[in-house]
C-alpha cells in the first residue's frame, strides 16, 4: 500500500512563506502531487512533479510555488512564497501508484494566511 504525510502547515502573514513535506511510502509511483481544499470548495490541484521529473503548476501559483521531491529520502516539499489569503485552505499530499492503478491521499495540513 501506499501511505502519505503531510506536515509544516500553519499560520502565516500575507506574503510570508511556508514549506510543506510529504513522506510518501510505497513503490511505482507515477507522479507525486499537492491539491488544496478551501472551506466551500472543490479539491484542486495546485502542482504535480512526474516521476521523470517534469513540473506542473496552477495558474495562480506560477512563480511563487515550486514543488520538488527527494527520492532518496521519499519526500515530496512544496515551497510556498508570497502567500496570499486566497491560498488559506487544507493542503493535501498525492499520489498515483503504477502497482495498484489508483490515488492515494494524505490526511491534509492547514494552511492559513492572513491579511
Known amino acids: 500500500q501506499v501511505q502519505l504525510v503531510e506536515s509544516g502547515g500553519g499560520l502565516v502573514q500575507a506574503g510570508g512563506s511556508l514549506t510543506l513535506s510529504c513522506v510518501v511510502s510505497g513503490s511505482m509511483l507515477r507522479q507525486l502531487g499537492w491539491y488544496r481544499q478551501a472551506p466551500g470548495k472543490e479539491r484542486e490541484m495546485v502542482a504535480t512533479?512526474?516521476?521523470?521529473?517534469?513540473?506542473n503548476y496552477q495558474d495562480s501559483v506560477k512563480g511563487r510555488f515550486t514543488i520538488t521531491r527527494d527520492i532518496a529520502k521519499n519526500l515530496v516539499y512544496l515551497q510556498m512564497n508570497s502567500l496570499k489569503p486566497e491560498d488559506t485552505a487544507v493542503y493535501y499530499c498525492?499520489?498515483?501508484?503504477?502497482?495498484?492503478?489508483?490515488?492515494?491521499w494524505g490526511q491534509g495540513t492547514q494552511v492559513t494566511v492572513s491579511s
Open positions: 512533479i512526474a516521476s521523470e521529473g517534469t513540473t
Open positions: 498525492n499520489a498515483y501508484s503504477i502497482k495498484y492503478g489508483r490515488y492515494y
